[in-house]
Nanobody, 125 residues
């Protein structure tokens, strides 16, 4: 069974940092389009960052460019999201996602077939 498990969420003050992790099992993240999304109550799931396939080009939402960095460790089969300069508007439930398709720019959430359970990030002012 393909599985994604996020960790690393928490509560921080504005300006702080967090690193989210997404451990994958039963498939190699290096061969999938992988991404981080976030969602707040009453809003649609928003694409935050993505590692493309096959070129592994990274893409970011304008709202996080220069502050967030997506990366992966193939040896650990884990996806990361380093979040610096956090703002209250970054508060959301963050999900990692994966899909066996070619992708370059940020891809709609409906295209991804594999999802983690989510990890909460809360940023206070």
């Amino acid at each position: 069974q393909v599985k994604l498990v996020e960790s690393g969420g928490g509560s921080v003050q504005a300006g702080g940092s967090l690193r989210l992790s997404c451990a994958a099992s039963r498939f190699p993240v290096s061969n999938f389009c992988v991404a981080w999304f976030r969602q707040t109550l009453g809003k649609e799931r928003e694409g935050v960052a993505q590692i493309g396939l096959p070129g592994r080009v990274t893409s970011y939402a304008d709202s996080v460019k220069g502050r967030f960095t997506i990366s992966q460790d193939n040896a650990k089969n884990t996806l990361y999201l380093q979040m610096n300069g956090l703002k209250p508007e970054d508060t959301a439930l963050y999900f990692c996602a994966a899909g066996p398709f070619i992708c370059d720019d940020l891809t709609e959430s409906t295209a991804f077939g594999y999802w983690g359970q989510g990890t909460q990030v809360t940023v206070s002012s």
